[in-house]
């Protein structure tokens, strides 16, 4: 995919940079949503924090891949989060692969929200 979002935006003498995302799990924005996660976004790499899920959902492979072809989209290398597994706290990290291929309904989905 060679589409991709600026992390950067000049607007006059300004430079904005995208330095937090907040993630919503919803068909459509501005209805309810099933989950939420913020980002924050360090030079190429994001660490996913207070990702929360309604109803004690349980965060799928779709989910994980909706998150990595974000990354991707934005020209991200890695991304990680925080997980309980076995009553231990564990910290995964994911690197970005620059060839991922996004599924095509995604791909339709981030062409139409960009």
């Known amino acids: 995919m060679t589409d991709s979002m600026s992390k950067h935006v000049q607007v006059g003498e300004w430079i904005f940079e995208v330095k ?6 919803v068909s459509e ?3 309810p949503y099933s989950a939420i996660a913020n980002c924050n976004i360090n030079g190429n790499v994001m660490y996913i924090d207070g990702l929360l899920t309604k109803n004690e959902q349980a965060f799928t492979k ?3 891949k909706s998150f990595t072809e974000f990354c991707h989209v934005m020209g991200l290398k890695q991304f990680s989060y925080h997980r309980y597994q076995n009553g231990q706290s564990i910290i995964k990290d994911v690197m970005v692969s620059p060839t991922i291929e996004p599924t ?3 791909k339709e989905q981030i062409k139409a929200i960009k």
């Open 29 to 31: 924005y501005g209805k």
């Open 62 to 64: 779709s989910d994980f």
């Open 20 to 25: 937090m995302v907040r993630a919503l799990k």
């Open 104 to 106: 095509l309904q995604n």
